[in-house]
């Protein structure tokens, strides 16, 4: 079988070896199609962890079980499955309230350096992802592309149920990749009209089919104008930063309305991690921070069934597919900001 092994940054290698063996707790899957993520493209450009010379990534996928262990007796050959990375421990002090996404003991499938993922045309899955871990059936009829896309969507999904948009709500989507396309989705699915601020005119052009109501260019507008000539003066319910930039946590801080809230769904870059809010705001108008990461796996389960069920239009986000062995150039082109997902389809050889 052949794996894809990230080497050096920005330099994949495809190995040939030997299928790994199916663990006796677990299955051994055939991968049949992987996503590309921003955490993905964050390792490309890093190269391996440290202490690592090669691994294999990739957490976004699904597949099909072709050998099941001989204690393994949750699934069988044929069975077709989702993955999506988290492995949580079970016993620490959130595992025990149900808080698997915040587990004190978190591994990940396809990105902790020993547990490889779905960059390979083969991956062993133990018992203890099986177990812990988030795993789920595919649903019938779904293709195993549109069904990769439910780990991003179930991230998606669980910070709405957390901020609990709603009917009528205006909601700021602030960038529009992958994850911010999903956003506006949701919201709109949620009954919320949708304001989206993106800079790059491509990236709001390929947000056209997910229907945000307002579209933004936030260089050449008043984004804050905008969002008050929308809502009677009173600001959004809710802004989204959906991007790595500080600059627009600051603004989503001045864009929603009192009892507003600001979700900060996406991380700042590891070394310049500060940002500035002002504080007046958030104290006299009562303004909620909220961090969301990651998710409960009952999203992972929810995001499957929306996908197959054609409650938002996912198929939309899938921009580009590419064969394994086209791997650099899918990163490549996933990085290059003119592709919403890049999708990596293994090909039986
Ligand atoms: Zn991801
Ligand atoms: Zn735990």
Known sequence: MRSAYL????????????????PDDGVLVRVKA??????????????PPAGHSAVVGGHEFSGEVIQTGKLNFRYKTGDRLAFAPDIHCGYCFYCKRGLYNL????????????????????????GEVLENGIVHPVPDGLSYELAALAEPLSS????????????????????????????????????????LSEPSPERREMAVPFAPD???????????????????????????????VA???????????KRGKVALFGGLPKANPMTSLNANLIHYNEIEIVGTFSYHPRFHEMALDIISKGNIPAS???????????????????AGGLALKVMIQMQDI
């Not at 709500?169 to 529009?176: A, E």
């Not at 990749?177 to 919320?192: D, E, F, M, S, T």
Request: hydrophobic fraction near 40%; glycine fraction near 8%.
């Open 247 to 257: 600059a627009t946590q600051t603004q989503a801080v001045e864009i929603v309305r």
């Open 7 to 22: 080497v050096a940054p920005r330099t994949f290698e495809i190995r040939e070896s030997e299928p790994p063996p199916v």
């Open 214 to 244: 307002l579209v933004v260019d936030p260089f050449n507008q008043d984004l804050k104008d905008t969002v008050l000539q929308f809502t009677d003066l009173r600001g959004a319910e809710l802004a989204i930063c959906a991007n790595p």
């Open 156 to 195: 998606v999904l669980a910070m709405h149920d957390r901020v609990g948009t709603t009917l009528g709500d205006t909601v700021v989507v602030m960038g529009s990749g992958p994850i911010g396309c999903l956003h506006i989705a949701v919201a709109k699915a949620r009954g919320c009209s949708v304001i």
């Open 103 to 126: 587990c004190n003991n978190l591994k990940f499938l396809g990105i902790t350096p020993d547990i490889p993922g779905g960059l390979a045309e083969m991956v062993a899955i133990d």
């Open 34 to 47: 992987c996503g590309v993520c921003g955490s993905d493209l964050r390792r490309w450009k890093e190269g």
């Open 316 to 334: 939309r986000l899938i921009t580009h597919t590419m064969p394994l062995s086209q791997v650099s150039e899918a990163f490549e082109t996933a």
